[in-house]
């Protein structure tokens, strides 16, 4: 699915999103999509900066990819599915966390 500007997203966490998250691990978790090193996420920036300093300082750094949208690249290593669980938690989607976390490695990073 393109977004607005273009960019070929994988998921829509918030459909009224202004940040493009690119998550990239160095191995290949995302064989489902054309880019198995990559995906790219449709996130709304104040949901993630009310859920973090970490995540302000990060989005403070994105860069402008078209108009009103801003475009942020992050690489993962280990869990990549950790990461995954604190966007839909910061987004408030509760149906996607799942009921046991014995699946996540580590979500302090």
């Keep these: 699915m393109a977004g607005s500007n273009g960019h070929f997203l994988n998921y829509v966490l918030d459909a009224n999103g202004d940040l493009i998250l690119r998550i990239t ?14 995906k790219s996420l449709l996130v709304d920036s104040r949901a993630l900066s009310r859920a973090s300093k970490k995540w ?36 408030g989607r509760f149906g996607q966390v799942p009921e046991s976390l014995q699946h996540v490695t580590d979500v302090t990073e």
């Excluded at 160095?26 to 990559?38: A, I, L, V």
């Excluded at 993962?76 to 950790?82: A, H, I, K, T």
């Design 56 to 91: 302000t300082e990060m989005i403070n750094t994105a860069s402008q990819c078209g108009k009103g949208c801003r475009h942020l690249v992050i690489h993962v290593e280990g869990d990549y599915r950790s990461h995954e669980l604190l966007l839909n938690i910061a987004h």
């Design 25 to 38: 691990h160095s191995r290949p978790h995302f064989e489902m999509f054309d880019d198995p090193y990559s």
